[in-house]
């Protein structure tokens, strides 16, 4: 796997970690520009608070897990004064956009938001311990919580009690934020966290029939046949089951570490396009046609994310399905969406192979699931040297 | 024109109504279903109110200027009466859906399901006078008038003050709406919100520069440089043309009738696919990437809205531009929305035309702008003759 190995690393390195470098950085107002075109060039000057947040933390990781650069810090740090500034609204939750200078744009809807503020804020406070980011992680972590019941607030559009589903994005971001904030967490709160989303992840979204992960489930866990309750989206699946898999490592849960194999090998299985290849966006499970247009385009999360998945199955057991559909796959993603003209990645292909839109950078692209996959794959083929 | 006239009247009587009649109505809770696949299977139950309010007014047109069949009445009645009973909230604003026996599902942050409440009641109002029909109708218009400034009320997730935008689903729909509800409404209210709303749609939302319509401006109609600022959406442009063609015919406004077609003309060589042909779903008027995913695609509603404005615009003119592209946005539109194997037509084709979503009805689309569109050309075509 040595070719391999060094194939992520130098991208990582060499092409994606500079392209954000050298493009990103708003040095009149602070923060990142994440709307970048195929060149690099800024199309749009909004900034969206968790592409923000994730640059920051992505920034902290190669300074603490790659080498203690002084730019990177520096940029982690920028990019937090940036959120600290212009992030929260008064209730310190975080917005989902404020515009380049930081006036507010969109309200604090999708906590998201916060989960990845909180995950940059621990990421920084292990590399620059600082008492202002350390207590902005802890807080925005316990305000998630608070508002686990009920994410979206006011913006919620359900009406109460006809059709309360619980969303499988919660409890699989909180799977990976919970080991992220470790430090800075209460020993207790995590060991009474951790098992309590990994049964919601392993057993109330996961569904024993189809051997599937489910996007929404009714509040006690049972199936709803409505567009909500029969939508599966692998990429989400399988990125669940790698947090799945540090978690078992963590926990030296041989148990967990199978069945999140078994799962996400069972969901790529099915998620694989057999005609054109890729990883569908979005299934009905019922094979009803999905109310999303885009649910058979190829995006790169999905490809990254599953990439992360096999590797690290692969690093841990040696599986060889595990093996063969990393190669499949690697494939396809390295064909697909590198770009061979010009640095990052391309975001969105249809059902294809072709560009669909040829931004490198956008309202949902940032500096995250390129250079994390990148680095996951990475450190996991090095465990196997 | 012969035979195109008598294509479009065969197609909505012998195919596409029957289609609704046949495996639309929900004999056991009342409404409609409207996900139906391919064959014309139900595959969902959930009642999307404006597609609900929107057969309603199918319904009533058909028995209004078709022919007085009992049957068209009775279903316009039986949907009527569910929204009667289960539309709206406390209120009287229409929730966005509600489940099979009528409980809300979706909270009333959507105005359009007003917007075509009112359309629905008023048309039914037309030919089966009901003080129950009327007032709803002339309420709900009211209701819309005092939500203008604020259409999605608190769920709104826009943050007062940054930026400000209007949008021009609001104005293009009204433009519709007052002359559907003329004969309730008071005609000095007809006469102010008339001109209002051409001023909106043809001076505010068009812009000089590009000759094309924006789907958001800022309060004082400048132009904003963000995605929402930029999105163009072809198919809404060009319906709202053949909403001022109307217009410009009921007030006898030779201007306004060939600006509508100049800016129509203009907007359709602008959206045509000059590769694979059809006409785009949105587009960004700097060429900039766009925000939605589903971009590219060719929606049904688009192309049946084109030939509607086309056969208006040739109908009142004589004008060959607007034959050609007829002929041209025809051939397009049949040959791949129709299905050859069963009744109604396809809705989502992506790029290449080939089929997105096979279903024939779904959660954007239902019993309107097929027939809509088949009549109204249909209508026009016999102004020729």
Not at 15 to 37: M, Q, R
Not at 74 to 93: C, P, S, T, V, Y
Not at 240 to 253: E, G, H, P, T, V
Not at 357 to 377: A, E, N, S, T, Y
Request: aromatic share 16%; hydrophobic share 40%; glycine share 6%.
């Amino acid at each position: 796997m040595k070719q391999y190995l060094d194939l992520y690393k130098n991208e990582l390195l060499n092409n994606v970690i500079p392209f954000w470098e050298k493009n990103s950085p708003d040095n009149a107002y602070g923060g990142f520009f994440t709307c970048l075109n195929r060149q690099g060039e800024v199309y749009d000057t909004d900034k969206y608070v968790w592409l923000q947040a994730r640059q920051v933390w992505m920034f902290a990781i190669m300074y603490d897990q790659v080498e203690a650069k002084e730019e990177w810090l520096d940029l982690a740090k920028q990019g937090a004064e940036f959120l600290i500034k212009h992030g929260r609204d008064d209730n310190g939750a975080f917005y989902f956009s404020v515009d380049q200078k930081g006036s507010p744009l969109i309200q604090p809807y999708n906590i998201f938001s916060d989960c990845f503020a909180a995950m940059a804020f621990a990421a920084l406070n292990k590399v620059e311990p600082n008492e202002s980011y350390a207590s902005l992680a802890v807080n925005t972590f316990e305000n998630i919580l608070r508002r686990r019941d009920n994410p979206k607030g006011i913006y919620n559009k359900t009406f109460p009690g006809t059709r309360d589903l619980k969303s499988f994005a919660l409890p699989m971001i909180l799977s990976n934020l919970t080991l992220e904030m470790e430090s800075l967490l209460d020993r207790e709160k995590v060991e009474e966290l951790v098992p309590s989303v990994i049964h919601e992840v392993m057993e109330v979204f996961y569904q024993k029939e189809s051997g599937l992960i489910l996007e929404n489930v009714n509040l006690d866990g049972s199936f709803s046949n409505s567009h909500e309750g029969r939508l599966t989206s692998p990429g989400h699946a399988i990125e669940a089951m790698w947090f799945m898999l540090d978690l078992s490592q963590k926990y030296k849960d041989e148990e967990l570490c199978q069945k999140a194999i078994t799962i996400g090998l069972k969901t790529l299985e099915y998620g694989w396009d057999k005609e054109f290849g890729g990883i569908y966006y979005f299934l009905d499970i019922l094979g009803h046609p999905s109310e999303k247009l885009e649910w058979n385009q190829k995006l790169w999360w999905v490809h990254l994310e599953t990439l992360v998945f096999l590797s690290k199955a692969y690093a841990i057991t040696g599986n060889n399905d595990c093996l063969q559909w990393f190669y499949k796959v690697h494939e396809y993603t390295w064909d697909h969406f590198k770009d061979p003209d010009s640095a990052e990645w391309f975001g969105y292909l249809d059902r294809y192979g072709k560009i669909q839109l040829p931004l490198k950078g956008g309202k949902w692209k940032g500096c995250f699931h390129v250079p994390r996959g990148l680095f996951q794959v990475w450190k996991s083929l090095e465990k196997i040297q």
